[in-house]
């Protein structure tokens, strides 16, 4: 019988988990991983302090992201007062067309002058206007006074201001990052089995079920949460400026680590062990436009390859005129399926293109430039490129490829 990832008991029932949160843009569901009772658990204790973090209140309206409640939060519920005026308090209301609204909260005020005369200031928001008179009615029956002599008397004033509001705003620091450490500990137990039933799993897991938030920074340990930098490592390999969540789980020869990158928000470095595990290197990529999940490894990655050819000529004035040529904006070499045709030097075609013949070639140097993977191949003599729509051909004697990954 299988056991749940967080409290390590057998469970016939399992929940539906959403490792990135739902409310998030996440899509990356389990559907045996967590008992019914762990979920609701992580959901009320763990996912609650990241989901409701003003952070991500305020990531979730601009992107317009629901989660289960169908409806985007209010990133500015609460309390404020108008910044030129303290005394009128305030709220920041979403409309039916999701838009914020400044509201002023009604307001009376009692004021005693010298002839026993009271000066009663009422003030309400300009969309209750219409509910003015009904409230100083109210008020004047608690005077004690006829409401029409009340009303009589009345003058209304109307304000206008736009100097903003203020009040306070609590950003947590610390707790989110559990909801932080969830996402990399599930990923870890979905995609490296031998690390679950690890000591390091087992305290992790712990650590989660009991929501110690104190404790929260043993794990969650690179970075403060906000530095996005720490995954310069991996700009070659993700594009930050799409609307993507990223996990990056990588084993060295004496760690687990996940890094844990929510769109517009949060970045951190997760150590889920001190022990290996195996060398290797998973992406999981959550587009929040086409609602996927998808893990890559570093073999699966998509690869752009351009070949730059190494040339030999027989006489400085052809390589002149090759040069002249080659300055032409529409210049280039027989093609075959995307690939260019190599001949011999009586221009009869090998059959081979240079894909093809890289194959079964190994590279006499490989490295690292600039993001991108650099492999020399020499070639055997008498292998010729055709200048394309020309008789002219020229001889190749070796090739540079350059490997650019397609960014996840």
Not at 30 to 59: F, I, P
Not at 216 to 227: K, L, W
Not at 271 to 293: E, H, K, P, Q, Y
Request: aromatic share 10%; hydrophobic share 40%.
């Amino acid at each position: 019988m299988r056991v749940c990832a967080i409290c390590r008991a057998p469970s016939v029932q399992y929940s539906v988990e959403h490792v990135i949160p739902e409310a998030l843009g996440g899509y990356y569901v389990l559907r045996d991983l967590v008992c019914v009772d762990c979920n609701s658990r992580l959901g009320d204790r763990v996912d609650s302090a990241l989901v409701n973090h003003w952070l991500t209140k305020l990531y979730r309206f601009v992107h317009g992201l629901r989660g289960k409640a169908k409806s985007v939060p209010n990133p500015f519920a609460g309390h404020f007062t108008m910044q030129a005026d303290s005394s009128k308090r305030m709220q920041v209301r979403l409309n039916r067309d999701g838009r914020l609204v400044p509201y002023i909260l009604p307001q009376v005020t009692h004021t005693d002058l010298d002839d026993k005369r009271v000066e009663v200031n009422v003030s309400v928001d300009a969309t209750d206007e219409a509910k003015l008179d009904t409230i100083v009615s109210k008020i004047a029956k608690r005077m004690g006074v006829s409401p029409d002599q009340f009303l009589a008397n009345a003058q209304r004033v109307k304000v206008s201001d736009n100097s903003g509001l203020k009040g306070p705003r609590t950003i947590d620091l610390r707790d989110f990052k559990l909801g932080l450490l969830k996402i990399a500990y599930e990923f870890a137990v979905d995609r490296v089995p031998s690390y679950f039933e690890s000591d390091d799993a087992k305290d992790a897991a712990e650590l989660l079920r009991e929501a110690r938030f104190s404790d929260v920074e043993q794990y969650v340990n690179i970075g403060d949460g906000f530095d996005h930098s720490i995954l310069a490592p991996f700009g070659d390999f993700l594009a930050f400026g799409d609307q993507k969540h990223y996990l990056v789980l990588f084993g060295t020869d004496s760690s687990l680590l996940c890094f844990v990158h929510l769109h517009n928000l949060f970045t951190v470095g997760v150590t889920l062990s001190t022990r290996s595990f195996g060398d290797f290197l998973r992406f999981g990529v959550n587009d929040i436009a086409s609602r996927t999940f998808k893990v890559w490894t570093l073999e699966d990655l998509p690869v752009a390859v351009r070949y730059r050819p190494q040339l030999r000529f027989d006489t400085a004035q052809a390589a002149v005129a090759f040069q002249q040529a080659e300055a032409d904006a529409d210049f280039d070499y027989e093609r075959e399926d995307g690939s260019w045709r190599l001949f011999q030097r009586d221009g009869t075609y090998l059959g081979l293109r240079v894909h093809d013949l890289v194959e079964h070639l190994a590279p006499v140097q490989s490295g690292m430039h600039q993001g991108r993977l650099i492999d020399e191949y020499w070639l055997p003599e008498g292998i010729y490129l055709r200048q394309r729509g020309s008789t002219r051909q020229v001889e190749v004697c070796a090739l540079r490829a350059e490997h650019t990954w397609e960014k996840l």
